[in-house]
């Protein structure tokens, strides 16, 4: 590659850090119902206001015994019976025992739970078949408290609901959530040429597949989606759609209309309405795209190559949406060496994304191969990778057998 092709670009952390430096998170908040909380992200600390359990419970089925009732004989009559939900009732009568199930409340006295296995029947009564000296106090028994604490922060600030959480909030008995309002995402493709989908496609046309992998990654970055279709080479039109954009999202994102050569009128309008930066990145695929401030919005000008276009967002508009949505404890997929087993053609000057499939060896090694064509339309290549083989900006042509750094893809490309 020309090294003069690679002066001026900017890399790609430079871009990022630029990119975050310019947001600030959605102050907006509200209350929202457990059951419709999944995505969206705390606005403040959620404390138990119980204990979880909030009564000592069996950690199985089996038999309530004081172990001081078992010093003194091993077979014991049965008092009664505690289920969960049905906790026994009355009084407890020394050198008894008390049938109790798993999630029962245990009786008081109670200082350990013999599990049913050691246990055999008879009309004596329960005969516990183990040795006295391996009963420990408080044998089987969940204390209260024992999972969750009064007063003690489950879930932080700024963190994203998941489904893992949902039912450990509802264990608390807590039902009404304070959220961050979801930034709303208006997104649109520009370019004749473009088509809609289920219409016959004309000479020279191709169908709009890029704004369906946007809308897609701005859900699941936690974001509500706004789909503003495909937008004509028409500055009027544009402008129209812009302002339209502008008025109703926190975002705007566009698809295609940012590189060298394309419509100057594009960039004359955003120059119009707002500050917009055209950036040319050390990034391969993705080099062109644009980022600044509306009067109400923020912009991203994605590339219109389809892996360019999911790339720049999953590697750079991901993080804007986390800190947009004061997702405090987002982290960008963490880098794994891994053996290539096949070769990776690259030129020095681009950081260089290239989409890998890998697998763990028998030694629990992570090896990597490519998924083959890399160009930046070669969209079937997505599909089948499972990471990206991230090749550092001056390296070159990687040989299989050489170690290269791959980031696993995270839940959004999942």
């Not at 183990?130 to 969750?148: E, H, M, S, T, W």
Request: hydrophobic fraction near 40%; include cysteine.
């Amino acid at each position: 590659m020309d090294c003069c092709a690679t002066q001026g670009l900017i890399p790609v952390e430079t871009a990022l850090e630029t990119l975050l430096s310019q947001v600030s998170p959605v102050s907006k908040t509200h209350s929202l119902a457990l059951a419709d909380a999944i995505g969206f992200v705390l606005a403040e600390d959620i404390r138990s206001p119980i204990n979880v359990p909030p009564f000592a419970n069996s950690a199985m089925d089996g038999y309530a015994v004081r172990i001081a009732d078992l010093e003194q004989s091993l077979t014991l009559p049965v008092a009664g019976k505690s289920f969960a939900g049905v906790p026994f009732e009355g009084e407890w009568q020394t050198q008894t025992t008390i049938r109790i199930m798993t999630g029962a409340k245990i009786p008081e006295g109670c200082d350990a739970v013999i599990m049913q296995e050691l246990t055999a029947e008879s009309d004596a009564g329960i005969t516990f078949e183990l040795n006295l000296a391996d009963v420990k106090p408080q044998a089987n028994i969940r204390p209260i408290g024992d999972d969750v604490s009064q007063g003690q922060t489950v879930l932080a600030k700024g963190h994203r609901l998941t489904p893992r959480d949902i039912p450990l909030i509802a264990s608390l008995g807590i039902n009404d959530i304070p959220v961050v309002n979801k930034p709303k995402v208006a997104f649109f493709s520009t370019g004749d040429e473009l088509k809609p989908l289920g219409q016959p496609l004309e000479d020279g046309q191709i169908y709009d597949s890029n704004r369906y992998g946007i809308k897609v990654l701005i859900e699941r970055f936690g974001c509500e989606a706004i789909d503003l279709g495909i937008i004509p080479d028409c500055p009027e039109t544009l402008k129209e759609v812009f302002l339209k954009a502008n008025k109703e999202a926190d975002v705007v994102v566009t698809s295609g209309g940012v590189s060298v050569g394309e419509a100057d009128y594009t960039k004359d309008i955003l120059d119009e309405l707002g500050q917009i930066g055209f950036w040319k990145l050390a990034i391969k695929p993705g080099k062109p795209f644009a980022f600044g401030q509306l009067p109400n919005s923020y912009f991203c000008g994605l590339p219109g190559n389809p892996v360019s276009a999911m790339l720049t967002m999953y590697v750079l508009v991901q993080p804007m949406l986390a800190k947009l949505a004061g997702h405090t404890k987002w982290e960008a997929p963490k880098s794994i060496p891994a053996k290539a087993t096949s070769a990776f053609k690259k030129h020095p000057g681009r950081t260089d994304y290239q989409r890998g499939i890998y697998s763990i060896n028998e030694q629990g090694q992570f090896e990597v191969s490519t998924t083959g064509n890399q160009g930046s339309g070669a969209f079937s290549s997505m599909s089948v990778a499972n990471c990206f083989v991230v090749l550092e900006r001056e390296r070159g042509r990687v040989e299989a057998g050489e170690t290269v750094n791959i980031e696993l893809f995270n839940a959004s490309l999942y």
